[in-house]
């Protein structure tokens, strides 16, 4: 998986979350470069 986004809507960033709590293997994401941060959605 590979998400290189500038950020977006709350309704998308929710369904992302959804696929990944109902995946049938563990997701696991890694943030990069140092100081970076995987948090931005706008309503």
């Not at 563990?26 to 470069?33: G, I, K, M, T």
């Amino acid at each position: 998986m590979r998400l290189d986004t500038p950020g977006g809507l709350d309704v998308s960033m929710r369904s992302i979350i959804r696929d990944f709590l109902d995946a049938r293997v563990l997701v696991v994401a890694y943030v990069s470069p140092s100081g970076a941060r995987a948090a931005s959605a706008e309503r």
